[in-house]
């Protein structure tokens, strides 16, 4: 059996700079037909910084994936590990197989060298710093599946992961609980979807970004799990084959590191923010912020299904302040024509004051006012080094409702 190789170097699993495991992996069968028949199993762990940043989980810690691991040696698999980022480029495999030995003693003798060894090279995975901004699940798990891709035995896939922000389903661009089959045929277009059919995939901590990280809530948790539901589903063509978890899966405890390359994320990256409808009061007047996912998909004036939400928190706020929408604004980021983005944010902001009409709301004048209001709170769109950063631009996608107070109710 052959192991195709994918993006990145391959190695075998060999003694390292933790001498205590070095005889763990000295001598580890370094090729596939060391183990005739048996399956391959890829674990994949995020080293981002939107997971790990300053104070994130160390996956190699977590029981669940320990107990995949273990999984894997007692099948006697390949195992193939590495860590991600936001290009699949970066990711460099190790691997480590268990010879199918005849005398039960030699046998468990191979399986606890292997197992060692394996939790040695996921140490080494989770500590290495980010090499590309962003986390692409996809393009990792597109890489899996170029390594297992002769095998003629099982192919497992285990991905321990936080967020995505790079590729077809970013999450900066993603419209939060929008529509999960239109993101699958967007990544199915693109041409971004691993092809991992047969495949038995297995994700842990989906949501659940470093300590000092914006975190979902449970609505917009139960979404992400939806939505790598849709997107594992469609890639192993077979829904029952994915196993999704967005419990928090750090080691007992909270979250450990695994030394001071763990608290150094390396590439900078974009913290996923979860939109939310907020407020704040400027001389009489309440002005209510919509983030553009709640309402609206990428450059489209349509509201979505889900946005009736969001506009009813908004009535909520104009009823119990006793006030009256004076008028509705619409921004957007600094990409794009001045033309095309006055359209969009007035097209936008004709939307809402629409729906809000169709609520029984009084609502004055709607204006669009393109990218010439950047929000203070968001920061400048372009980094020193002239980069995007797409967390300012997301957050000056937005609609702003003007509220006139009146009277306050008793």
């Known amino acids: ?88 480029t970066t990711m460099a ?18 399986q606890v060298a292997s197992l060692r060894c394996a939790r040695r090279l996921l140490a080494d995975a989770a500590a290495a710093p980010a090499r590309a901004a962003g986390s692409d699940i996809l393009g990792a798990l597109a890489a899996a599946a170029h390594q297992s891709a002769t095998t003629s035995g099982s192919r497992h896939v285990v991905v321990s992961d936080g967020l995505v922000n790079s590729g077809c389903a970013d999450l900066l661009e993603s ?6 089959q239109k993101i699958v045929t967007d990544c199915r277009t693109a041409g971004q979807l691993p092809d991992l059919t047969g495949a038995q995939v297995t994700m842990f901590g989906i949501g659940h970004p470093a300590d000092d990280q914006p975190s979902p809530a449970t609505a917009q948790l139960d979404w992400l799990t939806a939505l790598w539901r849709g997107l594992c589903g469609a890639a192993t063509a077979n829904p029952t084959s994915c196993d999704i ?38 001389s009489g007047t309440i002005i209510v912020t919509l983030p553009d996912r709640m309402l609206f998909g990428t450059d489209s004036t349509e509201l ?3 946005a ?30 001045d033309d095309h983005n006055d359209l969009l944010s007035l097209g936008r902001a004709q939307r809402v004051a629409d729906a809000l009409r169709a609520d029984g709301l009084t609502v004055g004048k709607a204006v669009g006012l393109g ?40």
């Open 308 to 337: 009736q939400a969001a506009l009813t928190d908004v009535e909520r706020r104009v009823r119990g302040a006793s006030g009256t929408v004076t008028e509705v604004d619409g921004h957007t980021d600094s990409r794009g024509t």
């Open 1 to 88: 059996m052959a192991l195709a190789v994918g993006a990145g170097l391959f190695v075998a699993c060999r003694p390292g700079s933790h001498s205590s495991e070095a005889d763990s992996c000295a001598g580890r069968p370094d090729t596939p037909d060391a183990v005739p028949g048996a399956g391959i199993t890829a674990l994949l762990l995020d080293r981002s910084a939107s997971v790990r940043g300053n104070a994130g989980p160390s996956y190699a810690a977590m029981p669940e994936l320990d107990a995949a691991t273990r999984a894997a040696v007692l099948r006697g698999d390949t195992i193939t590990i590495s860590g991600f980022d936001g290009s699949a």
């Open 245 to 282: 978890h967005s419990e928090a899966t750090a080691a007992a405890g909270g979250s450990v590191s695994t030394g001071p390359a763990a608290r150094t994320p390396g590439m900078p990256d974009a913290a996923v923010t979860f939109p939310a409808v907020t407020e704040r009061r400027d």
């Open 371 to 410: 990218k010439s209001r950047p929000s203070p709170a968001c920061g400048p769109e372009h980094r020193t080094n002239d980069s995007a950063d797409p967390a300012a631009m997301s957050c000056n996608r937005r609609v702003e409702i003007v509220i006139a107070l009146g009277q306050t109710r008793g």
């Open 93 to 110: 495999w190790a691997t480590v197989a268990t010879p199918r030995l005849a005398n039960p003693d030699q046998r468990t003798s191979a």
């Open 304 to 306: 979505l299904a889900t």
């Open 175 to 180: 419209p939060i609980a929008g529509d999960v």
